[in-house]
């Protein structure tokens, strides 16, 4: 099962050879190759680490229809590929490889990964977001065997079956479209009478007639021994409780950035999401972030993109100002 966590810590101190970067960039979803794209045509030789998951959240969705220039949609593996394909035609270099500690009060900061401690002028954070859990019962113990926070990678297990899709977000309701290609039937359960997904997707999914619906209703368990079995749902508005059966579950209720490894050195707001000015940066000068690690708000892979190019000419207006200051002091330039 993915996990898109970045890991904070790392037990062992880290004995790795150094490496010197003008930009180190964290994460390959749509923000990260972006940056790594216009940074790699402004001769820095971006560094970019994967992480744990290449790619990002896009890298696991089927079908994206709404990023400008694909009239036909695009998969979001293809989709990496060529955002991939195109930053490294012009320099950017790829690292499969994790950061797991960062110390970004020293010049250049200091980037400690699985393999490598990078020391870079300028960094730029793009690492995303990780799928939010209902933290009910039954929930991380079913995690692979019948719970998912995937369509994509698991929805073929679910052939001629009964699935459940938690949320009424577009994700939610993407990908329990997507998963009638598979399921019998796809059980939409929502805790409100209304999606919140746009119209067109709520108009595919109100004329699917694979797909049901349980309004003003939440989880409050998952029943299962070594595969799901059923779910217990509680209504809302009654209290009422019922149990379903059901094969699989779907959690689409959100996302959590993925912003732990920055904890007490970039400023956050409440629910994790690093902040930054318009200019995408940082509290600490040199420090850039991009992407839904930043963006509480749009979530898009247009915007992530967008963000990520951003940040990237900041970054390297940010290197020229440090070679044309000339004071002993330049490591603490402040922003323009
Ligand atoms: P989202 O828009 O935040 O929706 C989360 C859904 O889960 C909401 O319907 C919410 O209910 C429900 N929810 C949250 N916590 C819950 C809990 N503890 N128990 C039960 N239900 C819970 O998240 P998303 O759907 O992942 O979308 C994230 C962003 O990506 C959005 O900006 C979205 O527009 C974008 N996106 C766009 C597309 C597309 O354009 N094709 C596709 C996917 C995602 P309430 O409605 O009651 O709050």
């Known amino acids: 099962?993915?996990?898109?966590?970045?890991?904070?810590?790392?037990?062992?101190?880290?004995?790795?050879?150094?490496?010197?970067?003008k930009v180190l960039i964290l994460g390959t979803g749509p923000a990260g190759l972006s940056a790594a794209l216009y940074a790699a045509r402004a001769e820095l030789s971006p560094v970019v680490l994967t992480g744990m998951q290449h790619g990002g959240q896009v890298s696991l969705t089927y079908i994206v229809e709404n990023y400008p220039g694909f009239p036909d949609g695009v998969s979001g593996t293809e989709m990496t590929e060529l955002f991939q394909k195109q930053a490294e035609k012009f320099g950017a270099i790829l690292e499969y490889d994790t950061a797991t500690r960062v110390n970004l009060s020293q010049r250049p900061f200091r980037v400690e990964t699985y393999n490598t401690t990078?020391?870079?002028?300028?960094?730029?954070?793009?690492?995303?977001?990780?799928?939010?859990?209902?933290?009910?019962p039954g929930e991380r113990e079913l995690t692979g065997r019948g719970v998912s926070y995937?369509?994509?990678?698991?929805?073929?297990?679910f052939k001629g079956k009964e699935v459940v899709v938690v949320g009424g977000g577009d994700s939610a309701v993407e990908e329990a479209i997507f998963l009638t290609r598979f399921a019998n039937t796809v059980t939409i359960v929502h805790r409100r009478d209304e999606l919140r997904a746009g119209a067109i997707l709520q108009e595919r999914a109100f004329g699917n007639p694979k797909i049901k619906f349980i309004w003003d209703s939440v989880l409050t368990e998952i029943v299962g021994k070594d595969a799901v079995k059923s779910i217990r749902i509680k209504n809302v508005q009654s209290g009422a409780e019922q149990e379903f059966q059901t094969d699989g579950v779907f959690i689409f209720i959100g996302h959590t950035p993925n912003t732990e490894l920055f904890d007490g050195q970039l400023e956050m707001d409440s629910a994790g999401y690093i902040v930054t000015d318009k200019l995408m940066h940082t509290n600490i000068p040199g420090v850039f972030a991009a992407g839904e690690a930043a963006d509480p708000v749009y979530r898009q892979v247009v915007t992530s993109a967008g963000m990520g190019a951003a940040a990237a000419i900041q970054a390297n207006h940010y290197l020229d100002d440090l070679a044309a200051d000339t004071s002993p002091n330049k490591a603490a330039l402040k922003h323009p």
Request: glycine share 4%; hydrophobic share 35%; charged share 20%.
């Open 1 to 21: 099962m993915m996990d898109l966590n970045i890991e904070p810590t790392h037990s062992q101190p880290n004995q790795n050879e150094e490496k010197h970067v």
């Open 150 to 157: 995937c369509a994509t990678c698991d929805g073929w297990f």
């Open 118 to 136: 990078y020391l870079a002028d300028t960094l730029i954070v793009t690492t995303g977001a990780t799928p939010r859990h209902l933290e009910i």
